[in-house]
């Protein structure tokens, strides 16, 4: 069987990584969606620190990741662009991928698993990764799956800093380099050398 993984919206550095290892890889969208995980927030290096951008959902006790809707009455997805742009347009990078990011930003998507499809695959385009993805047709529990990625990833148990090499960003000079981030930063700041870190990275 494939490697399991968790959808993610614009997701980590690690799971990035990770996925890159693999020739391909399943998205779990049959779990109960669980609360507090990168499967509908991202993280960004900002002028202040590391910045939370999440994305609302509607859901109930039993919600399983593929009925989890977006919920629009706030306009998230604008708050989010404006909030990347400020973020990285001092980057090297960031003029490379403005108009691809607000177009993914500003299209409406009924449901965080449509969301997280489009993130990835644009990501994938642009680390000229070839992993093959696809998602689950049934809930599998953990003790049937060798490869289970669903819960590596956590901003609730980040991994060591150690584990990460360091490379400049945004803010450098006023903020501490943080490891782990939304690939988003590692994309906006190493452009094409993006993947290089990626692949080499040994976690």
């Known amino acids: 069987m494939t490697p399991l993984f968790s959808t993610a919206y614009f997701p980590p550095v690690a799971y990035m990584a990770e996925l890159a290892k693999h020739s391909s890889v399943t998205i779990e969208i ?42 629009y009455r706030e306009r998230w997805n604008i708050t989010h662009l404006r909030t990347i742009e400020a973020a990285y347009s001092a980057s090297p990078f960031f003029q490379y991928y403005k108009d691809e990011l607000e177009a993914i930003l500003t299209r409406h998507y009924d449901n965080i698993v449509e969301l997280n499809t489009t993130t990835l695959k644009w990501l994938l385009k642009r680390l000229k990764i070839t992993t093959t993805v696809t998602q689950t047709t049934d809930y599998l529990p953990q003790s049937d799956i060798p490869f289970d990625f669903r819960n590596a990833f956590s901003p609730k148990s980040p991994l060591p800093d150690s584990l990460f090499k360091s490379y400049y960003q945004v803010f450098s000079d006023r903020q501490p380099f943080i490891p782990n981030l939304s690939t988003l930063d590692l994309l906006m700041n190493l452009g094409p050398e993006a993947r290089d870190y990626l692949i080499t990275l040994s976690l």
């Open 30 to 71: 049959k779990e109960t969606f669980p609360k507090q995980t990168y499967r509908n927030r991202m993280e960004i290096m900002t002028a202040n620190g590391k910045r939370t951008l999440t994305v609302p959902v509607t859901r109930n006790n039993h919600s399983r990741t593929e009925e989890v809707r977006i919920d």
